[in-house]
């Protein structure tokens, strides 16, 4: 396995839209995700897109370990708030509400930088594994902004291109040292 180079905002494959994976099966795209998933634990992130290490094509890694929890879970919905490691070829993703909250996101590829990012609160995702089965799942919490965060990617959209309030966006070490709202403050 290697570790892979990570694109910054800036790069054009960052802004553009990613490809269709014709063959999930493909050997190289196994390979792929085994250099993503070394670069991902590297970089100590919590998910990672194709794009973001210079491969334009729809595909994206992601976990929401419940000690990322966004949210205190008290519906009878824990489980869709936390996810293990997940592998979305082809991936989509569609709000099952129109509710939104605002929470800290931070991106490989804006390193240093936290932001604010409102998100859908509750949403359904699909896309296909490596052994071309279709999955789908709904997603609260954590679960649901990492998985927006990282389709996004596909679709050529960083994070602070969603933000409503660019005030809130800091760097990381002063968010530390004197923001702290909220419990989060990741790294999808
Ligand atoms: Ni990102």
Known sequence: M??????????????????????PTAPEIRHLVN???????????AGLAAPQVHIGLRLVIFKAPPDRAEEPENDGEEASGTIGLTILINPDYEPLSDEK?????GCLSVPGLNGA????????YSGVDLDGNRIEREATGFHARVAQHEI????????PMRMTDLSLLTFSEELKHFM???DEGETP
């Open 35 to 45: 250099d993503m998933i070394e670069t991902m634990a590297d970089a100590d992130g």
């Open 101 to 105: 909250t605002l929470g800290w996101e």
């Open 117 to 124: 990012v409102p998100r859908y609160t509750h949403i359904r």
């Open 2 to 23: 290697t570790l892979l180079k990570i694109a910054r905002m800036g790069h054009p494959l960052l802004r553009q839209r990613a490809r269709e994976i014709t063959d």
């Open 152 to 159: 996004d990617h596909l679709d050529g959209l960083l994070y």
């Open 180 to 182: 702290r709202p909220a």
